[in-house]
């Protein structure tokens, strides 16, 4: 309110001057206060001492005598240059005042009013109040309902998120993580869904280890009971019976070996045990140790392993791990060759390339396309039957490529449906 007085206040100093000049004609005069009516809502009035209205803003007649008194109040007895300011009230009305004792144009005494109804102003604070207080509450309230409606389109899909994972927590592999029209949620929603599919996978592959591993320990198990009770009940006084019952023991007893090798490599594999110990090697020497393994096959069994070697090859690897490689992949070759019972195995330099070409081949039925992806897996075995004396878990060529993979060395299969597969691995040469 104290801008509203010092306009007023201003106001009336200002008609104050105008009202004494007495260059200024009186209708100059009623001009400027009907203009200060009509553009500032400031109503000037001047009364001769006996009350009269001189000059002033259209009011009605009966509120002129109070309008007089009002002034009469404030400044008493005429006195040149006396003023007054004062704030006076009708009902819910307020109004400033400026009251001063003046020379109508410098000669004639007379009273000026100048005042300023507040309560517009009070009228207009109290509306826009409500308008803020309505807009507030407007805006609140959609602010709430966006809020809500985005809360929701985003914990909407985390809940169901989170409801399916309890699922796959309690064992369900058939559930699916729907994916959102966020993109944030449907990558996570993706990324769910093939760990779930991982998951599965694995939970799959394992069952499917312990019915193969308890099927493949059971038989030889069971083989080296029954022949050792037939040693001690029948065949330990004929040495032909006992050394070929002894034979089938031995037999037996390096499957089993080659199963637990299988199941230990692999643990040490997931936990992470295996450190590279590279070292410069004989490849060649290494490749005839790993050969000279299958003999007994080919004495017992029939099985041809032609060999296609280069004398005096070195290469930097681990040579434990790379011994376990080429057994694997050789062992592979020998489980699934054809009725020829012929495996072919190369080793060859490369000059070109700098690298040791090593290869293994079996002339079986080949690798189905829908097969050749899932071969390096851990647990997968091939749906065929073939001819291997040996069963294993599944494990050798998914130790073969973590093996490989850790050295950094190029690796694969080449195969043809009807004509049989050949394995690769490129050594560098040292």
């Known amino acids: 309110m104290t801008q509203e007085k010092r306009r007023v206040r201003s106001v009336g100093e200002e008609m104050a001057l105008t009202v004494s000049d007495n260059r200024i004609p009186e209708s100059l005069i009623v001009q400027k206060i009907a203009d200060y009516s009509l553009t500032d809502g400031v109503d000037v009035f001047i009364f001769s001492p006996d009350g009269t209205l001189r000059a002033g803003a259209a009011v009605q007649p009966e509120k002129l005598q109070s309008l007089y008194e009002s002034v009469n109040a404030k400044t008493g007895e005429w006195e040149d240059g006396k003023k007054a300011e004062f704030t006076s009230r009708d009902g819910n009305k307020t109004t400033f005042n400026y009251a001063a004792c003046v020379r109508l144009r ?14 517009h102003i009070a009228e207009a604070i109290n509306q826009i109040k409500i308008y803020v207080l309505i807009v507030s509450l407007a805006a609140f309230l959609i602010a709430f309902f966006i809020s809500y409606s985005l809360a929701n389109k985003l914990s909407g899909p985390i809940r169901n998120i ?22 944030e949620i449907a990558t996570l929603s993706d990324t769910l869904n093939y760990m779930k599919d991982e998951i599965k996978k694995s939970d799959q592959f394992q069952k499917e280890l312990l019915a193969n591993v308890s099927h493949d320990l059971k038989t030889p198990l069971t ?14 006084d004929d040495p032909e019976k006992r050394a070929k019952h002894l034979q089938v023991i031995i037999d037996e007893a390096d499957r089993l070996t080659g199963l637990v090798n299988d199941i230990l490599s692999t643990s040490k594999i997931t936990a992470g045990l295996d450190q590279l110990n590279k070292k410069v090697f004989n490849l060649t020497e290494l490749l005839y140790g790993v050969i000279n393994k299958f003999s007994y096959l080919q004495e017992t069994q ?18 434990e791990q790379i011994y ?33 070409k090593f290869a293994v081949r079996d002339t079986g039925k080949g690798i189905a396309e829908d097969e050749l992806a899932h071969i390096w897996d851990r647990y997968y075995r091939s749906k065929d039957s073939h001819l291997r004396p040996v069963k294993g878990t599944g494990l050798g060529l998914n130790i073969v490529k973590v093996i490989l993979q850790k050295h950094a060395f190029n690796f694969g299969v080449n195969t043809k449906q009807g004509e049989g597969s050949t394995f690769y691995v490129d050594f560098p040469s040292a």
């Open 302 to 319: 029939g099985y041809n392993i032609m060999v296609d070697v280069e004398s005096n090859l070195y290469t930097l690897a681990d040579e």
């Open 324 to 356: 376990q490689v080429i057994y694997n992949l050789v062992s592979n070759a020998v489980n699934y060759t054809g009725e020829d019972k012929t495996v072919y195995v190369s080793l060859k330099f490369s000059a070109e390339e700098q690298r040791i």
């Open 162 to 183: 989170s409801g399916t994972a309890k699922k796959l927590a309690a064992g369900d592999y058939d559930v699916q993580f729907n994916s959102a029209e966020y993109a």
């Open 106 to 119: 410098g000669q004639e005494p007379c009273k000026l009013l100048v005042r300023y109804p507040v309560s």
């Open 223 to 236: 083989m080296i009971k029954a022949y050792a009770s037939m040693i001690q009940e029948i065949s330990g």
